[in-house]
C-alpha cells in the first residue's frame, strides 16, 4: 500500500498503518470521531487515555492549541520534526475523544518522509503505536501484521530509525515536565529551555 492508497482510506474513515522515525503508528483522522473511536477498538486502548496528534507543519498546531507559550517555540525550533511531543492547552473545538476529555492536546511533527507524505494528503492525524495495548510497540510493518493480522492495512516503510516512542513535554505550566521520557533526553530539552 502507497500513501496516496492510506490517504483515501483514511478520508473514508479508516484507519491504517504507517512508519515513522520512532515507531509504527495507527493513523485516523485527528477530526473524525468514528475514526477515532476505531483505533483504540483496534488496539483495547483505555478510552482515557488521550491520543498524540501528529502534525505536517508548525502551523497546524494553531488549529489545535491555543495560548501556545514562548517554550513551545523554541522547541520546536530545535526538534521538531522530531520524537518530540509538546502537551498544550487545547482549543474547545478539539475532539474529546483525542483528549480523553482534558484540557490539553499532545501535538508532533514526526520526522519520517511517509509519515509526513501521508498527512500532507490526509490533514492531522492521531497516531498511537500500531500494536495490541499492553504488547511492544512495532519498529517493522511486520510486526504490525503479526499483531493485526489481514485486519490492518500498512504501509511498509521498513525498519523505523530510532525505535523509541517520542519524549512528552507538558508546556501547561509555568515549569515544563516531562510526562514520558523518549528520544529526546533531558539534557538536550533543559539545553534549549536554559534549565527548567
Known sequence: ?????ASEVIQNGGIV??????VYGLGADAWNPTAILKVFEAKGRPS???LIVHVNSENDIHDFAMDIPDKAHLLIEEFWPGPLTLVLKKRPEVLDAVTAGLETV???MPDHKIARE???????????????????SPTRAEHVIEDFGD???VIDGK??????ESTVVDLTDTVPSILRPGAVSRKQI???LGGF
Not at 118 to 136: D, E, W, Y
Request: cysteine-free; glycine content about 6%; proline content about 10%.
Open 48 to 50: 482515557d487515555n488521550p
Open 159 to 164: 525498519a523505523t530509525k530510532i525505535g523509541l
Open 151 to 153: 485486519e490492518l492495512l
Open 190 to 192: 533543559e539545553e534549549v
Open 118 to 136: 501521508l498527512i500532507q494528503l490526509t490533514g492531522p492525524l492521531v497516531a498511537p503505536s500500531a500494536n495490541h495495548s499492553g504488547k511492544p
Open 17 to 22: 498503518a504507517f512508519p515513522t522515525e520512532t
Open 106 to 108: 499532545a501535538l508532533r
Open 1 to 5: 500500500m502507497n500513501t496516496k492508497q
